[in-house]
């Protein structure tokens, strides 16, 4: 499967799933001053090898943003939120505090946490980070496309 985002003029970015056994779909991602939120789960998912979001597109599922409630991919979309509140104070929390935050907010929204640590933590971090590179080298129009 391949993830293309594609830099949007206005207040979205697009992001679109190709799979070889599926139509593509096309998702629009609202701009939120970082990467797009599924280009943090694609970080996520694919270093940390867990079900969210993303994984979920590979095994055929549609890209609704109401996708069902599982345990493991909840644990994922709390763990993508904190990359986001990262992301947006300049991607230098320390990783503790961010695994403090993770565990709150799972604890808040009544989800299991992933069994996380530090090292996991510092390693999605420098993933999302060439991924903030690259996305920042793209122009309105231009796309960054991620096998996954």
């Given at each position: ?45 694919s270093v940390l090898r ?99």
């Amino acid at each position: 499967m391949q993830l293309i985002f594609t830099k949007g003029a206005g207040k979205h970015d697009r992001m679109e799933v190709v799979r070889e056994d599926a139509p593509n779909e096309q998702v629009d991602c609202p701009k939120q001053g970082i990467i797009p939120h599924d280009m943090v789960h694609f970080a996520v998912e694919s270093v940390l090898r867990r079900r969210g979001f993303v994984t979920r597109l590979a095994a055929g599922e549609t890209a609704d943003v109401r996708m069902g409630a599982e345990a493991e991919s909840d644990g994922v979309e709390r763990l993508v939120e904190v990359f986001q509140a990262d992301g947006w104070a300049g991607w230098s929390s320390a990783p503790t505090d961010m695994l403090d935050l993770y565990r709150v907010t799972c604890q808040a929204r009544q989800c299991e946490p992933l069994a996380v640590d530090e090292q996991d933590m510092e390693a999605v971090r420098a993933c999302i980070l060439a991924l903030t590179a690259q996305w920042q080298a793209t122009g309105v129009g231009q796309s960054v496309a991620l096998a996954f």
